[in-house]
């Protein structure tokens, strides 16, 4: 193998790989399967609008008799011009009593002499919130429906001190909300439109931690367009020679002592051995199951058992595990390895399209710590968790499973000008 001086990229694979310039675009870190699942959990709570100096001891008495641990996601207070759409014209009709007549059929009238209205409208549409009295409001949200019943609500909030002038009607009513916690501000904000203000804290109980997340972000952005062309560029090579599909994978180990450095590249070669292109060719030799195979070839080159390029062994034709093009060898051949790593510990690969199920298991089992592919493929893919537009079912998110032994983390790479080489078909299994 070549000196370790060759460092970075190396010139050689930069000239066995085309030499084309970086790709350029961004990352898009890829949703889990749990975090797909979180996004369709409504569930019914309580609210009321209050005046505003009654909100603590609101607050006060419900806290007494109510467990709000699953609200921290949800604002207790919201001024009513903060309220979503369709809770302001919900709003709007009850106070001016242009209720359509199954809202009017659903008010209880609960008449005390502190005015309290139950109302169990969920209103399902919404302009400003008009208030006859004046008075400084809030809309307070008591706690969800499975915690206390609709009456018992009623009596725990009939006990608060209405002014006696100018009183304010209040209206219990229940509304949907989200059950679970938001994954990140997009997922807030659109539920805080659709729902009740909704509050992203910066918690994933679904998936990767966010801060972890964005820290890889910002390690990979200035040289993942870079990585990425040298996967396409490997495509292109076996595809060109008729030994496989344009696919490509990039191995990167970011933790070398040069800076981050290139230690396998691989394409495709389903029919590299093949006599004919037939069917889905050798599936063991997926550009993924290649790179694995040539970084198990290098590390026990590195205890010893020596490899040279172009040599043969029984399982060659099976797992072809050998590199074939210039810029696989040049790859290859370069120590960019530290002695005594395990599997894929702390490498990055960098895939032109998404990996099937098998190949994302191997990439489990062979512990890599990120993975960045290309061109989604949502009826063969086994990373993403969005529906495929032919079946309408989801992927599998192999890449974080809690019931699987690792996880690692996953983006999609979205590149502003320019898309991957075609596959023959869309059916094909990268």
Not at 126 to 135: D, F, G, I, P, T
Not at 237 to 246: A, F, H, N, Q, T
Request: net charge neutral; proline share 6%.
């Amino acid at each position: 193998m070549s000196s370790s001086n060759d460092i970075g990229t190396g010139e050689h694979i930069k000239n066995c790989s085309r030499g084309s310039s970086p790709r350029k675009g961004q990352l898009v870190a890829l949703r889990t399967k749990a975090e797909r699942n979180a996004s369709f959990e409504p569930t019914k709570a309580f609210i009321i609008e209050i005046p505003l100096q009654l909100a603590s001891r609101a607050l006060e008495a419900a806290n007494k008799v109510i467990d709000a641990s699953n609200l921290h996601h949800l604002r207790r207070f919201v001024k009513p011009e903060q309220l979503p759409l369709h809770l302001k014209e919900a709003s709007k009709r009850m106070k001016t009593g242009l209720v359509g007549s199954n809202e009017r059929e659903a008010i209880v009238i609960a008449e005390s002499k502190f005015d309290l209205v139950g109302c169990e409208s969920e209103c399902p549409k919404s302009e400003v919130l008009w208030n006859e009295n004046k008075q400084a409001t809030v809309y307070f949200l008591l706690c969800l429906e499975s915690n206390i019943s609709f009456d018992s609500a009623l009596e725990l909030l009939a006990p608060l001190h209405i002014p006696s002038a100018n009183a304010l009607q209040l209206q219990l009513r229940t509304i949907n909300v989200p059950r679970l916690p938001p994954t990140c501000d997009d997922q807030a904000s659109l539920w805080s439109q659709l729902f009740w203000p909704t509050v992203y804290k910066k918690h994933n109980p679904f998936g990767p931690h966010p801060s972890v997340v964005s820290r890889a972000e910002d390690e990979m952005l200035t040289s993942a367009g870079e990585w990425m062309s040298f996967a396409e560029n490997a495509g292109i090579d076996v595809s060109e020679l008729g030994i496989g599909e344009p696919i490509g994978a990039v191995i990167v180990n970011r933790t070398s002592p040069h800076g981050p450095s290139v230690v396998i590249i691989a394409g495709d070669a389903r029919w590299h051995s093949a006599s004919e292109k037939q069917g889905s060719g050798n599936v063991l030799a997926h550009a993924v199951m290649r790179a694995i195979g040539l970084i198990a070839r290098k590390r026990r080159a590195m205890l010893g058992n020596m490899f040279q390029a172009g040599s043969t062994s029984e399982t060659a034709c099976y797992f072809e595990d050998q590199p074939l093009t210039p810029a696989e060898i040049a790859a290859y051949s370069r120590d960019t390895l530290a002695p005594g790593g395990y599997l894929c510990v702390g490498l990055d690969i960098y895939v032109t399209h998404e990996p099937c199920t098998m190949c994302s298991m191997a990439l489990l089992h062979s512990r890599f710590e990120r993975i960045i592919f290309w061109e989604g493929l949502p009826q063969t893919g086994g990373l993403a968790v969005e529906p495929s537009s032919s079946s309408g079912s989801p992927s599998y998110g192999i890449f974080w499973r809690p019931e699987l032994s690792w996880k690692l983390l996953a983006w999609q790479w979205h590149s502003t000008n320019r898309v991957p080489s075609k596959l023959s078909n869309a059916t094909v299994h990268a």
